[in-house]
């Protein structure tokens, strides 16, 4: 049974960093596209980051680009989502997703699992 874990999130004023992790069971993250996604009131689930098998390709939406990072520790089976210079605007709940295939890394239905989420709140 595959289980996707994420811990990190909390409040933080705009131009703070928080580090998002996410803990996977029942998958290899070094052998799956691991991404992030998040959803605010009201709209639809987006894109934030993707990393893939190899460490080396790694993909951001626009709005993350330059301030978000994702990475992996093989040996802890765990991703993460660096995000430094937050704004007001990133306010949502954080979502890790996997997947075992590639079927794109961009959209929600690329992705097979999901974690619960966890809240990210960043005052102005």
């Known amino acids: 049974q595959v289980q996707l874990v994420e811990s990190g999130g909390g409040l933080v004023q705009a131009g703070g960093s928080l580090r998002l992790s996410c803990a996977a069971s029942g998958l290899t993250v070094s052998a799956s596209i691991m991404g992030w996604f998040r959803q605010a009131p009201g709209t639809e689930r987006e894109f934030v980051a993707a990393?893939?098998?190899?460490?080396?390709?790694?993909y951001y939406s626009d709005s993350a680009k330059g301030r978000f990072t994702i990475s992996r520790d093989n040996a802890k089976n765990t991703v993460y989502l660096q995000m430094n210079n937050l704004k007001p605007e990133d306010t949502a709940v954080y979502y890790c997703?996997?997947?075992?295939?590639?079927?794109?890394?961009?959209?929600?239905?690329?992705?097979?699992?999901w974690g619960q989420g966890t809240q990210v709140t960043v005052s102005s």
């Open positions: 997703a996997a997947s075992r295939g590639y079927r794109g890394y961009f959209s929600p239905n690329s992705y097979d699992y």
């Open positions: 990393i893939s098998w190899s460490d080396q390709n790694t």
